[in-house]
């Protein structure tokens, strides 16, 4: 299935080979990649390439990793079709802002039907996202990636196609500008706490609740990136000054 690498460009020809083969639905969603050991050998490729190439599908949308259960294919989403280097261009920090607020408006209905719809099994996938991030907690690792898989997820559990490729969407549109944000603003292990809670209140199959839930979230949420824009803003305006020579 998997064919040696030429020299053009090792981490693009990775990419581009295994995301054709999950378009032509050789490799299906859902489905886990080889270890990383037999793809180095059936590709050709170094360790770092391999890695690189899977960190930037992962980015777009196209795998997932589990910590400690391996890297695995995810559903092709309309989002996947959006070039993250061109959005980044078109964002300012002020749009990140109004981007926050279109999610203090759908998630929290959001969190509404997942509590009144999500099945026994929905409701324990999100529980596995949280026990990914716990150890991501514990490794030092950044939340990143696994508090947004669990918000992509929320919508899916709602029953709403048509939602989840919105919160898809948005994801892509603020990944690159978000993620050194919170990555410095943002506590992980406050994260998980929160995200615990969240499941904990769907958990009740009480709507009200569940909204309320997310928009208490996410107005910490938003509180830790009004730090960070102010923060910016600072550094920009008082650059560290240069000792005489």
Do not use: C
């Amino acid at each position: 299935m998997f064919e040696t690498i030429d020299k053009k460009s090792i981490v693009e020809s990775i990419r581009d080979q295994i995301r054709s083969l999950i378009l032509q639905e050789q490799l299906k969603p859902g489905s886990k990649l080889p270890p990383e050991k037999k793809l180095i050998q059936q590709l050709g490729v170094s360790r770092p390439a391999l890695r690189e190439a899977i960190h930037l599908m992962v980015g777009e949308g196209l795998l997932e990793v589990h910590s400690g259960r391996g890297t695995y294919v995810r559903e092709p989403t309309s989002a996947t079709a959006i070039q993250a280097d061109v959005v980044s261009l078109l964002l300012m920090p002020e749009d990140l802002q109004e981007i926050q607020e279109v999610r203090q408006i759908l998630e929290p209905e959001i969190a509404a039907r997942v509590a009144e719809r999500a099945t026994e099994k929905e409701l324990n996938d999100l529980e596995h996202i949280l026990e990914d991030m716990a150890r991501a907690v514990d490794a030092g690792h950044s939340t990143f990636e696994l508090a947004w898989r669990f918000h992509r997820r929320l919508p899916k559990a709602a029953g709403n196609a048509a939602m989840a490729k919105i919160i898809d969407i948005i994801y892509e549109m603020i990944k690159r500008g978000e993620r050194t944000l919170y990555d410095q603003y943002f506590d992980p292990q406050q994260e998980l706490l929160d995200h615990r809670a969240l499941v904990e209140v769907l958990r009740t199959r009480d709507p009200e609740k569940a909204r309320a839930a997310m928009q208490a979230h996410l107005k910490v949420v938003n509180e830790n990136l009004s730090t960070a824009f102010l923060a910016q803003q600072g550094a920009h305006e008082n650059p560290p000054s240069r000792s005489p020579d």
